[in-house]
């Protein structure tokens, strides 16, 4: 799987979107809806009406990546249907591609330090 940027968020699109769109569509998405910049290497997961696909689009400096998965035999836990984002931690947006119940991960907040030592 292609990881998602180390310091960059990663986001969950979570109205549903048409998924005959591909690299372009998706990334006007982002930039006009979701009012961000889809070349920032902010990771954007977008999911289908049926709940049991999903497209990850990120720009990984040279060009965009576009993902798609279809689970074969269950959906993927998304959150409530509402217009905007939701932030997903690295351990939640693993578990969602995996097709896990990420909804109950949470992981801590850690502040870098300071000075060394």
Request: charged fraction near 20%; glycine fraction near 8%.
């Amino acid at each position: 799987m292609i990881v998602a940027g180390q310091r960059l968020p990663i986001l969950i699109a979570t109205k549903p979107v048409d998924f005959r769109c591909g690299h372009n569509a998706l990334a006007l998405m982002v930039q006009t809806e979701l009012k961000l910049d889809p070349y920032s290497g902010v990771t954007v997961v977008f999911r289908s009406k049926r709940g049991d696909r999903l497209k990850i689009l990120v720009w990984d400096g040279t060009g965009l990546v576009l993902i798609y998965k279809v689970l074969e035999v269950s959906k993927f836990c998304w959150p409530r249907v509402q217009d905007g984002v939701m932030q997903l931690s690295r351990a939640q947006y693993e578990a969602l591609f995996e097709g896990a119940e990420w909804l109950r991960i949470s992981t801590p907040k850690v502040l870098p330090p300071t000075a060394a030592g």
